[in-house]
């Protein structure tokens, strides 16, 4: 029934073509056209259209939860997360641990997402629900790479939740750490994480086997340890692992080399003991994200990690 509906959009579209003399304005009315047979078959309720520039984006939005950070502008560098899916239902991408975006607000794409946040969203902690016209998305080719199937011509339903990391001198808050604290607490519920115990600086940790060894490990040590890193979607993103638990089996670091996150957590631990770490991204690679070379798993801006590690040996 999608497909029959779809058609016959297309349709009207080349009807439109034939009597309209600028092109322009027939894909703005394929657009709409599309917006509000979408709106209309999945009976969406509140939505608005946007009138910011002379009514001319063809956007449809519907606000969330009205943000109260700071009012950005194009210079401005920007967190958020998002998900969205094709009108046609061919593609959706709704892993909002994957979705991490970071960058400044004019280097944006796709520009629906730039105009959106800059003239609708306006201020950070801003969560709005989008429909995107075609031609502000992926246009008329679409978008084809690895996975991501986009059919050219193709509407976007977007939602878009803008994150707001800076300090707060009034609340004297941490907004970011605030956000990951929600996060880890979602993703301990949800994987039945239990015995944690939370450190003032927002790291969780639990200790799955006690150490035999004696020396504590500080900040001079050197450590030989082998590990797993999550993201919170179960995906390993690194590991350094072997069945064969000896020193001759094991990758060294320094702690100063460490992430905070993982440096603050191995001080719980001695030689021969096993801990989990759940860490908040304000402890782990912040906005920079990371791309492991062996793995070839990316971490999103401002992700929160967990990782499994056990001591191998310690050095002072």
Not at 87 to 109: K, Q, W
Not at 202 to 211: C, S, V
């Amino acid at each position: 029934m999608k497909r029959i509906f779809y058609t016959l959009v297309l349709l009207i579209a080349v009807g439109l073509v034939s009597c309209k003399k600028s092109n322009e304005v027939s894909i703005l009315q394929f657009d709409d056209s599309q917006i509000q047979g979408y709106i209309q078959q999945n009976n969406i309720k509140g939505m608005v259209r946007d009138t910011s520039g002379g009514d001319t984006t063809g956007i449809y939005y519907q606000i969330l939860n009205a943000g109260t950070g700071p009012v950005v502008d194009y210079p401005d560098e920007v967190s958020y997360v998002y998900t969205y899916q094709t009108f046609d239902g061919e593609y959706s991408t709704t892993d909002t641990i994957a979705n991490h975006a970071y960058n400044f607000l004019g280097h944006v794409t796709p520009p629906a997402i730039q105009l959106s946040i800059k003239n609708i969203m306006k201020r950070k902690g801003t969560k709005v629900r989008l429909l995107i016209p075609s031609r502000l998305a992926f246009g008329r080719d679409g978008y084809f790479a690895g996975a991501i199937h986009i059919n050219g011509n193709e509407c976007l339903d977007y939602t878009i939740n803008l994150l707001d990391g800076d300090y707060d001198a009034v609340a004297k808050i941490n907004h970011q750490a605030v956000y990951d604290q929600i996060s880890i607490q979602k993703y301990m519920a949800a994987n039945s994480l239990t015995g944690y115990t939370q450190t003032p600086s927002g790291l969780w940790y639990k200790i799955t086997q006690a150490g035999t060894g004696t020396a504590a490990i500080g900040m001079n040590s050197t450590v030989g340890l082998q590990y797993t890193g999550y993201l919170f979607n179960g995906v390993a993103f690194d590991t350094e692992t072997n069945t064969d638990l000896t020193v001759s089996a094991t990758t060294f670091y320094t702690l100063y080399s460490l992430i905070p996150g993982f440096s603050e957590g191995l001080s719980h631990i001695t030689q021969g003991g096993s801990i989990s770490l759940i860490m908040p991204s304000t402890l782990a690679y912040q906005n920079g994200g990371s791309t492991n070379s062996i793995t070839g798993v990316t971490v999103p801006s401002f992700s929160s990690l967990r990782f499994d590690v056990y001591i191998v040996s310690v050095t002072n």
